[in-house]
């Protein structure tokens, strides 16, 4: 089975002072850098190349469905992920990376679009079925 080189990073830009900072946390092999800004941003990273492709050719995010839409579906995808991320002996080592999400939470639009069109990616990619869905 292949490994992508996943990481689904949530790089939160913090409400913070007047002015931006730069922080930076080494993770092994990866680089972090979160800066705190006047409002608050989220920013999902793929190490994945082919990922970026696959992206450019879906429709913008507001042609078809809500933001509401993206959102429920990210979180029983992201439940279904961090089930099997949490059992590597019966899932193997291709979910690497933990997926923080967090219903609550405002993402917007567009990151919400590009964490399911993750998702979508993954299953056309790779071949996984995270969730049976009617009609596929």
């Not at 089975?1 to 002072?17: D, E, H, N, V």
């Not at 913008?60 to 979180?75: C, E, G, L, R, V």
């Amino acid at each position: 089975m292949k490994t992508p080189l996943f990481l689904a990073l949530f790089a939160c830009f913090l409400i913070g002072c007047n002015s931006p900072k730069s922080l930076s946390t080494d993770i092994p092999s990866q680089e972090i850098s979160v800066e705190a800004l006047d409002s608050t941003e989220y920013d999902l990273i793929v190490f994945d190349p082919t990922f970026d492709t696959f992206l450019v050719t879906q429709p913008y995010p507001k042609s078809f469905y809500s933001d509401q839409y993206y959102k429920n579906w990210n979180s029983r995808y992201c439940i279904e992920w961090n089930i099997r991320h949490g059992n590597p002996l019966r899932y193997g080592d291709f979910y690497e990376t933990q997926i923080p999400y967090d219903i609550s939470i405002d993402y917007g639009i567009d990151f919400n679009f590009k964490l399911y069109q993750y998702f979508q990616f993954i299953e056309k990619e790779y071949g996984i079925v995270l969730i049976r869905r009617r009609g596929r």
